[in-house]
């Protein structure tokens, strides 16, 4: 492991949550190789069933049982890892109980199914359970107490989106009417202990657009009140400036003179016809009020005044390469 | 080259009762559904808009700033060709209270509402929006239905709750149903259900073992939480199924049309791609596909390539100029450079959106596309809602 300072030194869960659309699942995939890189023994689990992992880095899909998916340097490694309910729920069962006859039966009388996708609450335990399970497994499995080495020296969780990670990670709440004693309730208050601990954070990805960054105040205030421990706020898709700020507000004032834009632009032989400079006049005005807006947008983030990251937009869109450089930018800003 | 969708034609045939706008999440399906609406009420429909999450401030720009699960008059609209827009955001949690107090006896609705296990369904049970969409959906058309002289509405505009899988709202009824014909509710709703007598004596060993189990994971008092909520619920079972079947058969009919909104991304598309196939399985009329914030260039005439080589050209002269000392010229060249490199990122990203879009429609042929430029600033006033409206329509 490096002796290197991160933000984030003795966290082993990161949970990445962020509105639909942000990238929330890159960013994900983005930490898990940046920690890999610092020499660790990643794994990088999704609950959703979306397959957005191995998309990302373009890899067979991913089943309910790890599988490696990527290595680093200094024998770092990252783990893939699609958690499902009913796989989740059989494993547990397995383990707990171990069922034999009774576990086929209530397959067949269709009580995993039940358990799994109606009964509420009880899925999310399920899943997150997996993962809970996931941090505290040792390396080697009879080893146990303080100094047993763990299987993975950090877990990343690309969690369900802004709008649903709070309930989802409230599972003493989800389940406490339901299950006010038994194996259900002591498993979700395990797993609760284990994510107010100092060794979780959420991490919030968001765009420098209106409604991410609501919900990203939203979700803070919300993780807040129930008591998770909140990580950094990740803004993904920044655009390097290209305008000083003088010609910004020039453009945004339409103060711009045609008349010198088209003498510059014919001494370098581009045709200044009225539908070029009238183009790119437009062009700079929509730019500058964009980057208004996005000033505004990051003023709202600053005011949080959590760790913050930012990712360049990557114009070819992001690929195993991409997540890469991504990688790089986060272990560069001190994420990992 | 995809034929245009036609969505002036859409809205305006009397024959569309429903649009469903469907399409992954932060791709701009509720303004699209909202700017859809707007359109169509001020073209002379009487139309309803069903959001599920909306920004805030569109919610605001609808006047939706009370969550009543009611339609509520929009105004400002232009009414000059006797439309109406109606909007609501829906409350799953109400809509499934409604439910039980439509259709089970007042004792017996008092009963269910107190049981944890509803609250818990109710609230927060992953698949509820969708069943609660589409129980709205029916509910609105049958308001609509009531006085055929006199509609309240001729149009229904829905946006889709942003599910974790794709269309889960299809599968709702067929969920529902196969979660009521299941083994497992008959099992917990009693014998009598379960099949007679001989049935039983067959099972009983196995219901033993399953229950005790059951008991044992689970702890027993959510057990009887859940036979008291199985029971309680078996009378209005039925007509729930019978609903969302009939929802289910009104999608499919020729008075609905499927938009698929996607954005011009690598991820989105590929949802698009799905939701494509996916209504095309299950024969639901798919009107077309919005793509959504698209980036186009005011200056198109002018190539990423050529307004960068342009740019260093200036960007040379600037540098040679300011060691002569005449800052006025490298002033005005500086904002010219700027403006050009602004041009060639734009360009750039406009090219990169076109293959996306021209790669899908390849994958897709027949499919009737319209793109809809990216707007600068963020959408929530009636205006912008508006000018939205427009570029759907091509214009």
Redesign the interface.
């Known amino acids: 492991m490096s002796a290197r300072d991160t933000d984030w030194d003795g966290v082993r869960l990161h949970i990445v949550t962020g509105?639909?659309?942000?990238g929330k699942t890159t960013v994900a995939a983005a930490l898990a190789l940046a920690l890999a890189g610092q020499g660790k023994r990643v794994l990088l689990a999704e609950v959703?069933?979306?397959q957005?992992i191995s998309?990302t880095f373009d890899v067979t899909p991913l089943a309910s049982t790890e599988a490696r998916i990527a290595h680093a340097p200094q024998g770092g490694e990252v783990f893939g890892l699609s958690v499902e309910a009913k796989a989740a729920l059989l494993e547990y069962?397995h383990i707990f109980?171990k069922?034999g006859?009774?576990g086929g039966?209530?397959e067949?009388?269709?009580?995993i199914?039940?358990?799994t996708?109606?009964?509420?609450?009880?899925?999310d335990v399920l899943l997150i359970g997996k993962v809970y399970e996931a941090v505290r497994r040792r390396k080697d499995h009879k080893a146990k107490g303080p100094g047993a080495i763990p299987a993975y020296d950090a877990v990343v969780l690309d969690a369900?989106?802004t709008?649903r990670v709070v309930?989802f990670l409230n599972v003493n709440h989800?389940v406490a009417?339901?299950?006010?004693?038994?194996?259900?309730?002591s498993q979700a208050n395990s797993i609760t202990a284990m994510l107010k601990s100092p060794q979780t954070v959420v991490h919030v990805v968001t765009l420098l657009?209106?409604?991410?960054v609501?919900e990203t105040l939203d979700v803070i205030a919300d993780l807040r009140a129930t008591g998770m421990p909140i990580g950094g706020v990740v803004v993904n898709q920044v655009?390097e400036a290209?305008?000083?700020s003088k010609?910004l507000t020039?453009?945004a004032r339409s103060r711009?003179?045609r008349k010198?834009?088209a003498a510059?632009?014919n001494?370098?032989?581009?045709?200044a016809?009225d539908?070029?400079v009238?183009?790119?006049?437009?062009?700079?005005r929509?730019?500058a009020?964009?980057v208004a807006?996005e000033r505004d947008e990051a003023k709202a983030i600053a005011g949080l005044r959590r760790p913050t990251y930012r990712l360049p937009s990557l114009?070819?869109?992001?690929d195993a390469n991409g997540i890469r450089e991504l990688a790089e930018t986060l272990v560069a800003q001190g994420m990992a | 080259m995809a034929p245009m969708l036609d969505i002036d034609a859409l809205i305006d045939d009397p024959q569309t009762r429903i649009v469903v706008c469907c399409g992954s999440g932060g791709v701009g399906k509720t303004t699209t559904a909202a700017a859809l609406g707007l359109r169509a009420a001020e073209s002379g429909r009487h139309v309803v808009v069903l959001t599920i999450d909306p920004a805030r401030r569109l919610a605001q720009s609808l006047g939706l700033t009370t969550l009543d699960n009611t339609p509520r008059l929009v105004q400002g609209i232009d009414v000059t060709r006797g439309g109406s827009l109606d909007a609501m955001m829906l409350d799953m949690k109400r809509t499934f209270d409604e439910v039980v107090q439509a259709h089970a006896t007042p004792d017996k609705a008092e009963q269910i509402l107190a049981n944890p296990f509803y609250q818990a369904v109710s609230s927060s049970f992953a698949g509820t929006q969708e069943y609660m969409a589409m129980e709205k959906l029916g509910q609105l058309r049958l308001e609509a239905d009531r006085d055929p002289d006199n509609p309240r509405w001729d149009l229904i505009v829905v946006d889709t709750p942003p599910s974790r899988s794709a269309l889960d709202f299809l599968d709702a009824p067929k969920r529902l149903g196969s979660f009521l014909d299941g083994r497992f509710i008959r099992l917990l709703a009693g014998p009598a259900k379960a099949g007679g007598r001989a049935y039983v004596k067959v099972f009983s060993a196995g219901v033993n073992i399953v229950t005790s189990t059951l008991t044992k994971v689970l702890g027993g008092q959510m057990l009887t939480d859940v036979q008291t909520f199985v029971a309680a619920l078996d009378t209005m079972f039925g007509g729930f199924r019978e609903r969302a079947d009939h929802t289910y058969a009104l999608l499919k009919d020729g008075g609905t049309a499927f938009l698929v909104v996607a954005s011009p991304e690598r991820d989105a598309l590929r949802e698009a791609s799905y939701f494509v196939d996916r209504l095309d399985e299950e024969e639901m009329p798919l009107a077309g596909l919005v793509v959504n914030r698209v980036y186009r260039v005011a200056a198109p005439g002018l190539s990423a390539a050529r307004a960068l080589s342009a740019a260093e050209q200036l960007g040379d002269e600037e540098s040679g100029s300011s060691s002569g000392g005449s800052s006025g010229v490298s002033d005005t060249a500086a904002i010219t450079q700027g403006l050009l490199r602004v041009h060639a990122v734009q360009a750039e990203i406009a090219a990169r959106h076109q293959s996306l879009a021209k790669r899908f429609i390849a994958g897709h042929p027949g499919i009737a596309t319209v793109e809809v430029p990216a707007a600068s600033a963020d959408i929530h006033d009636l205006p912008g809602l508006r000018a939205v409206g427009d570029a759907l329509a091509g214009r």
């Open positions: 509105k639909g659309g942000t959703e069933g979306r957005g998309q069962l109980y069922l006859r009774a039966l209530l067949k009388f269709g009580a199914d039940f358990a996708t109606i009964a509420p609450g009880v899925r369900p989106p709008g309930r989800e009417d339901l299950a006010r004693v038994g194996p259900i309730r657009e209106e409604m991410p609501q655009r290209i305008l000083t010609a020039a453009a711009i003179s010198d834009v510059d632009l001494r370098v032989n581009v045709r016809t539908a070029v009238d183009g790119l006049l437009t062009e700079a929509d730019h009020e964009r807006l114009p070819e869109g992001v």
